[in-house]
């Protein structure tokens, strides 16, 4: 199977999920969906094609796609394993062990290059019921853009009144879901695009840590004084701020644990995710894998 046969994401395919919510605002992680993995799958290697299976494996649902190469007449399989939901725990594995499999096809790969989404409060509407804020507010990505190597570099998210709330970069030849006339404008631009984009990052990085700054403090974990970390210090100095995937991660993590995100921030002395460094996103994992679930008594924590 040659490179670069999946084709990217459109921006109707991809859809955006809340992942954290306070007071100061609600952080946004971008997804597809099975259906869409079918209908790519249709497309690129024909309905039958490719076919998928699944199988249980120390109590773990696998997802297996095998694609037809129509060249050697041999089947070509992937396969991942998916993980639960609270609710319809069989369905939940299904849907996410073939979305996963897909991924190792390649379908939807760019998401993994998909920047820390934050939309400050004062852009959408935030409730709050007793201790625990929410969202009615359903966002979608209006427009997406990518370079040579299928990374993205210019996202518009817009809420359901059609309101952009959260805008990188500017979109270039390979943008999705923009009008035509609107596209060949910013082909005439692209040549300024790289510096503009570094500058609405810069803005928006900005504008989420002046959001979060003053949050509620929390009790250090296991009495240990919040500290700047080395790590913290020279944030500046290097690429910070964690991936959607690997916000997925930490945030399934900490649910399994009952860590809250604000301890982990106070125990390596940073604000918001946007300063958490490699570093200290690999130093939080391997802290979170050794605590114990919930209504644990003792434990390493992060």
Same mark, same amino acid.
């Given at each position: ?21 306070? $007071? *100061? ?6 997804? #597809?969906? /099975?259906?869409?993995?079918?209908? +790519?799958?249709? %497309? ?45 725990? $069989? *369905? ?6 073939? #979305?996963? /499999?897909?991924?190792?096809?390649? +379908?939807?790969? %760019? ?46 998210? *817009? ?65 240990? *004084? ?77």
């Amino acid at each position: 199977m040659e490179q670069g046969l999946i084709r990217l994401l459109k921006a109707e395919e991809i859809e955006c999920r809340i992942s954290v919510i306070n $007071e *100061k605002g609600l952080s946004l992680l971008l997804y #597809k969906d /099975a259906r869409v993995d079918q209908r +790519i799958l249709d %497309e690129t290697f024909g309905a039958f094609g490719w076919k998928r299976s699944h199988q249980c494996i120390d109590g773990n649902l696998y997802c297996t796609v095998e694609v037809l190469d129509r060249e050697s007449g041999q089947w070509i399989s992937k396969q991942d394993v998916g993980t639960t939901g609270y609710t319809e725990k $069989e *369905k939940t594995q299904a849907s996410d062990s073939f #979305k996963r /499999a897909c991924f190792n096809w390649g +379908i939807g790969r %760019e998401l993994y290059s998909a920047p820390f989404i934050w939309i400050p409060a004062a852009k959408t509407n935030i409730q709050k019921k007793g201790d625990k804020y929410f969202s009615n507010e359903r966002f979608s990505v209006s427009t997406i853009s990518f370079n040579d190597n299928r990374e993205i570099v210019a996202l518009e998210i *817009k809420d359901s009144h059609g309101q952009t709330v959260y805008t990188l970069g500017q979109c270039g030849s390979t943008c999705q879901g923009d009008k035509p006339q609107k596209r060949n404008q910013q082909k005439t631009e692209q040549k300024n695009g790289a510096g503009q984009r570094k500058i609405q990052d810069k803005d928006s990085v900005e504008e989420q840590e002046r959001s979060l700054a003053g949050s509620q403090n929390q009790e250090p974990m296991n009495g240990q *004084k919040g500290r700047r970390s080395t790590d913290s210090r020279d944030s500046s100095n290097r690429k910070s701020g964690i991936s959607g995937p690997q916000e997925i991660v930490l945030m399934a993590e900490l649910n399994r644990t009952g860590v809250t995100l604000d301890e982990v921030l106070k125990r390596y002395g940073i604000e918001d995710m946007s300063q958490m460094t490699p570093e200290i996103y690999n130093k939080s994992i391997a802290a979170l894998k050794q605590t114990k679930p919930k209504n644990r008594t003792s434990g390493s924590a992060a």
